[in-house]
């Protein structure tokens, strides 16, 4: 495939082997207007938006990647396979399967479980219900949150297909099953492209809500107050 991609519109050497993906374009697109210098903007394609820029110095990109594993899926992938990125940190929000996680509260996730189908139908033989992030990475990230004094929670997480389950007590089993501490939706899909093209992967995620307790944040807050992970993750560069 050629550059540009179906879906990514960037010119070579737009993007910078580090990119950092949060779900929502507009997320990507504050982190960009309040954290990184001399930015450009290298795609604007279905405003799925994204921005390359120095952070202290060092180049640093940030993207959209959407809801969800066939989204997160294209983009990474094409990221990863044709734009030359080295190494991909999905920063999202995520839903606490247990009382011990509040909100706010900064995840790095060890493994990813899912009942998806996404990683046997990208690779045919594939048919793990884990996938897993780079260790070299997630090592990275916590000793960057111990320099920045910023706590975090180590564990497996669940990426569903699904947000709006017929039975959400699920996540009971679930936890008791697989020790999955929360729930979100793309870093099964992240993991195994990584896997697949020999590059790198992680997933920092902020508690948004709770399925134990039925707190929640706005989405306003999930937009724009989920700092924490965000300096964790720019301190790569």
Known sequence: MSIPT??????????????????????????????????????????MFGYTGSYKGKRVSVMGSGMGMPSIGIYSFELFAFYGVEKIVRIGSCGAYTKDLKLYDVLLAERAYSESSYAKTQSGSYDSIYTYPSIELNRAIEENAKQLAIPITKGTIHSSDV???????????????????????????????????????????????SLVTKEATTSEERQTAFTKMMEIALSLA
């Open 6 to 47: 179906p879906h990514i519109e960037a010119k070579k050497d737009e993007i910078a082997p580090l990119v950092l993906m949060p779900g929502d374009p507009l997320r990507a697109k504050m982190i960009a207007d309040t954290f990184l210098d001399d930015v450009i903007q290298f795609n604007t394609v279905r405003n």
């Open 163 to 209: 947000f709006y389950r017929e039975n959400f007590e699920d996540y009971q089993t679930i936890f008791a099953d697989h020790q999955a501490i929360a729930v979100e939706m793309e870093a099964f899909a992240l993991f195994h492209n990584a896997a697949m093209t020999g590059k790198q992967a992680a997933c920092l995620l902020t508690v948004s809500d």
